[in-house]
Every structure is written in structure tokens, then in C-alpha cells.
């Protein structure tokens, strides 16, 4: 049975819109990806499936789906949000509170491949799949590694 798109507009605009808007820094730009999600899904009412997905979840991955392509379309001073990829919780506040004296001493005690990863990530400002294309490595490897590389700064904070 196909779902009707009120039912699915009433029921999910606010969650989609909340998503939208954890990731994306621009209200505006967040209402217009809102609006692109639910086009898409009245476009493809009719290929809904519910054998193979819920609507919550199909309404989910073309949500999902819609945020990456916006930052994919490379929108001037947009940066592909990591949490679209990987929850894991880092926490990269930790870079943005240290002076940057501190920050440069602590970056030379890491080695040079975690370095790199840290310098491309937040001063470059490249997604880590960008970064794991540059470097040839698969991106759970640039993952872990930037996990460990920001774990080792930690702990040369909290010393």
C-alpha cells in the first residue's frame, strides 16, 4: 500500500527538518534541503516499497542521502559534517579551546601521518574521505587514525 504524502509531510517534516539542521549551519539552506526531501519523496511515492523499508527509514535515507549531496555540491564555506558518517562522538571542541601555541607544540610530538590528518581535517578543512583519497588509504583507516590522532592530543592536554 503507498503511503500518502500528507501523512508522511505531517508526520516526519519535523524530524527531517531537525536533522537537516544539525548538520547544516544555514537556516535557509536547511529549509530548502527540507523542501528538496520532501519533493523527492512525493516524486517517489509510487517506487515506496514497504517489503524492503519502513517509511521512517526510507524518508531517513533520502534525507540522509540529500544532506550529502548538498555538501558534495561543494556550496562555498559548506563542510561535509563527519556526523553524517560517523557518530562516534569525537570530541573536536578540544581543538578550537586550545591557544594555538599549545596546539603547534602538541601537533610536532604526533607522527607525521596523524599530523597530516589533523592539518588536512581542520586547517585545510577536507571531508575525511577527501583526505583518505589524498593520502591512498581506505577512510575507516583515515577515521581511526584521526580518532587516535585527536585521542593523543587529548591526553597532551590533559597533562
Not at 519502513?54 to 524518508?59: F, L, M, R
Not at 561543494?74 to 553524517?84: A, F, K, V, Y
Not at 557518530?87 to 591557544?99: F, I
Amino acid at each position: 500500500m503507498t503511503p500518502d504524502i500528507a501523512q508522511i509531510y505531517a508526520q516526519y517534516k519535523g524530524k527531517v527538518m531537525g536533522y537537516i539542521s544539525a548538520r547544516v549551519n544555514n537556516h535557509a539552506d536547511a529549509e530548502d534541503l527540507c523542501a528538496d526531501v520532501f519533493e523527492k519523496i512525493m516524486r517517489r511515492l509510487s517506487t515506496f516499497d514497504d517489503t524492503k523499508a519502513s517509511v521512517s527509514t526510507w524518508v531517513f535515507t533520502i534525507t540522509r542521502n540529500t544532506v550529502i549531496d548538498h555538501f558534495r555540491r561543494g556550496r562555498p564555506g559548506s563542510e561535509l559534517d563527519e556526523n553524517l558518517v560517523d557518530d562516534s562522538g569525537v570530541d573536536e571542541g578540544l581543538l578550537n579551546s586550545e591557544t594555538l601555541t599549545q596546539l603547534a607544540n602538541a601537533l610536532t610530538k604526533l607522527p607525521e601521518q596523524l599530523r597530516d590528518i589533523i592539518v588536512l581535517r581542520y586547517y585545510d578543512g577536507k571531508p575525511l574521505t577527501e583526505i583518505a583519497e589524498m593520502m591512498n588509504l581506505s577512510y575507516g583507516a583515515v577515521k581511526l587514525r584521526h580518532q587516535n590522532a585527536l585521542m593523543l592530543l587529548r591526553e597532551q592536554f590533559s597533562d
